[in-house]
């Protein structure tokens, strides 16, 4: 894993947020959305993170091809798993938010990710609505927003 600049948000996300999260807001009115009520809006800048990754997935660094991947939400969009057996509420205000967007491969964000956000113990998550960082630490290392070079270790098991 690499550090990656995300640059600046493309000019299309803005409105589709707006729009998408006017929609989904009355769906989260009514109980958690689901991954498919969400819907798939944001893809419309996965060219722009592909190309801003430089062709490659922002967890395994293989260079893949556009079509056939991802845009990952670094806090999942409709369900977090916290891996302590708990299952919260996904961050679905954050599905459209260019600062929670990657690009992915499918075998890391359908596999090895998926829905999973540990937080730290003590923690807080974030409530619906609320901006990043807040009283949430993440286990989970973001490329964009920290230099995985220092964070990550390599362990040899003899």
Known sequence: MIRIERGPEPAVLPP??????SRV?????AGRPSSEAIGQEY????????????????YC??????????VEHFR????????DGTIDSG???????WENLLFSCPNCNRSAKNDVFPLEAGSVPLLPEEQPPGRELPTLI???GEDPV????????M
């Open 25 to 29: 807001r009355l769906l989260a009115s």
């Open 76 to 83: 999942p969009k409709a369900r977090a798993d916290r891996l």
């Open 43 to 58: 893809s419309k800048v996965k060219r722009a993170l592909w190309e801003r990754q430089l062709m490659r997935c922002c």
């Open 16 to 21: 589709i947020r707006a729009s998408e999260l």
């Open 91 to 97: 961050y679905w205000w954050l599905a459209w938010t």
């Open 150 to 157: 220092g964070l990550i270790q390599f362990v040899f098991d």
């Open 142 to 144: 973001d490329p964009c």
């Open 61 to 70: 660094e293989m260079h893949v091809q556009c079509d056939y991947s991802d």
